[in-house]
């Protein structure tokens, strides 16, 4: 079987428009291939959640929503490795390993459930020999302090919540390939 098709839409300019905000990461760069240590286990890597900081979040801002999403993956849908929800206003920044749990999150703040299974970040596994994959890791500013799920709730139901939701989006999109 062959994975020739062409390269999907960058899914962030299909939604509605919102402000931007910075985030900012010590591992990992736009356009660059990610590090080992972010891919996942059964790809030979650390499955481990990157370092990322962010400011400038849009007035009004009450909460916070880490994810991290692969549209490249061969399936019509794309592929969540990371949905952290409900961090609190006052975080900044999410240490490496911030993704291993719940437990290692900001106080109220939880995962639902990724592609993989996990209520945990899922580095990336892309298909041997497949065009580059990007990792949108999108830093989402909210408008609630809490959105209207809980650790039961998919990735699709979270990322409808927050099309009502979102005031302003941070992004970095690294890249990988085996």
């Keep these: 079987m062959s ?8 899914p962030y300019e299909l939604l ?34 990157p370092a990322l900081s962010w400011s400038g979040a849009p007035e009004g801002t009450k909460s916070f929503v880490v994810t991290c999403f692969d549209p490249d993956a061969p399936i019509p849908g794309g592929f969540w ?9 006052g975080t900044g ?3 490496a390993g911030a993704g291993d ?3 290692t999150l900001p106080q109220g703040a939880f995962h639902v459930r ?13 298909p041997e020999g497949d065009q580059d994959h990007r990792y949108y890791f999108v830093v989402h500013a909210v408008d ?17 919540n927050l099309a009502f939701h979102t005031l302003g989006r941070a ?3 690294p890249t990988y390939r085996h």
Excluded: C, Q
């Design 3 to 10: 994975l020739d098709r062409p390269v999907a839409p960058d």
């Design 16 to 49: 509605p428009a919102a402000a931007s905000f910075t985030v900012t990461s010590d591992d990992v760069r736009d356009g660059e291939k990610l590090d080992l240590k972010h891919v996942h286990d059964s790809a030979g890597g650390g499955n481990s959640s």
């Design 81 to 89: 490795h990371w949905v952290a929800v409900n961090i609190p206003l």
């Design 93 to 95: 920044s999410l240490v």
């Design 101 to 103: 749990s719940d437990a």
């Design 114 to 126: 990724n592609d993989m299974g996990a209520h945990a970040y899922a580095g990336a596994a892309p």
């Design 144 to 160: 609630v302090e809490a959105l209207d799920v809980d650790g039961s709730a998919s990735p699709a139901v979270v990322s409808f």
């Design 171 to 173: 992004i970095l999109t």
